[in-house]
C-alpha cells in the first residue's frame, strides 16, 4: 500500500537548504542485512548483545565475538545497496549542505554514492588493536582472533555498549542536528544513545522531523511527519515528489 506524503512535507523539502538524515538498520534489511530489534527477525532475538556486542564479552570470549563478525562482515559482501539507498545518495546532490549521519556498519550509502557519511558506530570493514585502538589493514589469519603485532587482539572498529562513540563523528552528527530545517530519521527505533537524541536535538532548534518506518518508535510522537513504510518504498517516492516540486 502506498504511504501518503503530505504535500506540506514536500513543500518544506523543496524549500529547505539544510538537511540532515539519520538512518538505522532499517535501511539495510531491504538488502537482506537482519536488522537489530525487530521481533522475529532482528540480531537480537538469536544473539545476546552483552556476549557480542560488549568489551566484555569480547574479552570473556574473543573467539566467538571474532567469528560472529567475521560471519556478518562476508554476508555484507554479498548484499547491494537498495532504492533507499540510492534515493538517499540522489538526494544529497539536491542540497548544498546535506549531513547522512548513519548507525550501520554496512558501507552501503557509500557504495550506493552518498559522498558525506558520518559513521557513528564505525566500520565493520575496518579492523583496529583492542589494546591501541589503532587501525590495522593486514593480519595474519592464522589465530581467531589474530592478534595485534602489539600481541593483543585485534576486533572490529565498531563501537559496543558501554564504548565512546568517535568523538568527531558525533560532533558533526550534533552540529548537523542542531543547524538544520529538515531532519529525517529513517529506520531506528530510537532506542540506542546518543544516536537517539539527534532528531530530539533537531526539534528543539526547531527543524522539522520526519520519521520514516513501518512501525512506531519513541520518536514517532514527537515526528511532525511521520511515513509508515518501507524506506526502499517511501524514500523514491519522496525523491519523485520533490522533483517535480
Ligand atoms: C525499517 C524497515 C524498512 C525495518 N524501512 N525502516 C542514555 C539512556 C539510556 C542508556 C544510555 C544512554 N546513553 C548511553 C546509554 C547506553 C547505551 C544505550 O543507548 N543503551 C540503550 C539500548 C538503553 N549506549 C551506548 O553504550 C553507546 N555509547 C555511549 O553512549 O558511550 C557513552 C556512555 C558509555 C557508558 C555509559 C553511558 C554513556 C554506544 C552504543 C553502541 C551501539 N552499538 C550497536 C552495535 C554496533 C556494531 C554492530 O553492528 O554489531 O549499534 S547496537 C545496535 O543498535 C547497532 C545499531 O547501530 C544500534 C541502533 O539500532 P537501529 O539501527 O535503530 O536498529 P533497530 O533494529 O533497533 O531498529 C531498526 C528499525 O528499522 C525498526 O524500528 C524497524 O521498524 C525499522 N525497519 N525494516 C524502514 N524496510
Known amino acids: 500500500m502506498d504511504v501518503v506524503i503530505p504535500q506540506e512535507l514536500i513543500e518544506r523539502l523543496a524549500a529547505a537548504r539544510r538537511v540532515a538524515v539519520l538512518t538505522g538498520a532499517g535501511i539495510s534489511a531491504e538488502s ?72 550501520n556498519i554496512d558501507s552501503l550509502h557509500q557504495r550506493a554514492g ?55 563523528a558525533l560532533a558533526r552528527a550534533e552540529t548537523a542536528a542542531e543547524h538544520c530545517e529538515m531532519f529525517l530519521s529513517i529506520g531506528t527505533s530510537a532506542q540506542v544513545y546518543p544516536a537517539a537524541e539527534l532528531p530530539l536535538r533537531a526539534l528543539s532548534a526547531g527543524a522539522t522531523v520526519v520519521e520514516i518506518n513501518p512501525e512506531r518508535t519513541a520518536l514517532t510522537r514527537h515526528a511532525h511527519f511521520s511515513l509508515p513504510g518501507a524506506a526502499g518504498v517511501v524514500l523514491p517516492q519522496l525523491l519523485q515528489r520533490l522533483a517535480s516540486a
Open 114 to 168: 552518498s559522498r558525506a557519511v558520518v559513521e557513528l558506530h564505525g566500520n565493520i570493514a575496518r579492523v583496529k588493536c583492542s589494546r591501541e585502538e589503532t587501525i590495522v589493514s593486514e593480519y595474519p589469519d592464522d589465530e581467531s582472533p589474530p592478534r595485534c603485532p602489539c600481541g593483543a587482539w585485534l576486533r572490529p572498529d565498531v563501537v559496543w555498549f558501554g564504548e565512546m562513540l568517535p568523538a568527531d
Open 32 to 103: 537482506g542485512i537482519p536488522t537489530f530489534r525487530d521481533a522475529l527477525t532482528g540480531l537480537w532475538a538469536h544473539y545476546d548483545p552483552q556476549e557480542l556486542a560488549t568489551p566484555e564479552g569480547f574479552a570473556r570470549n574473543p573467539k566467538l565475538v571474532w567469528e560472529w563478525y567475521a560471519e556478518r562482515r562476508a554476508r555484507i559482501a554479498g548484499v547491494q545497496p537498495n532504492p533507499g539507498h540510492a534515493a538517499l545518495a540522489a538526494l544529497e546532490k539536491r542540497y548544498e549542505h546535506f549531513t547522512l549521519v548513519t548507525q
